[in-house]
């Protein structure tokens, strides 16, 4: 699992709009407010799952995966709904293709 939490912070926290950087751009900490944690962190091993479950060229087939596995059990709501994602407020949805990309390459280090 360590080297798919270090994957994410290398290739998703290093972009994130909720990073906090210094002076040098470098990713420093995670900015979020006390009383959120970040979906990727909490849902990290369901997400992998996601991801080593489908072998798609197409990135809605596994946003699907993702909303029936991951956001049901999170903050969607039975119709569908999800207000943090509705505002861009989710690191998961926003960068779900670097997340993927970042879980893609370990299992390929990992196969070598
Ligand atoms: S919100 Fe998530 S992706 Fe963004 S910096 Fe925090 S832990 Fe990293
Ligand atoms: S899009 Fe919403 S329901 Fe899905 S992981 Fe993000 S916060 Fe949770």
Known sequence: MQDYIEA????????????????????????????????????????????ESIDSPRMEDYVNVLRDNVCSACEQTEDGKCELRLHADCALNRYFMLVAGAIEEVRSQQAN
Do not use: H, S
């Open 8 to 51: 994410v912070r290398g290739r998703v926290c290093a972009v994130c709009i909720d990073g906090i950087f210094d002076g040098k751009q470098q990713f420093v900490c995670c900015g979020l407010p006390d009383d959120r944690t970040c979906p990727i962190e909490v849902y990290l091993p369901e997400v992998i799952n996601v991801v």
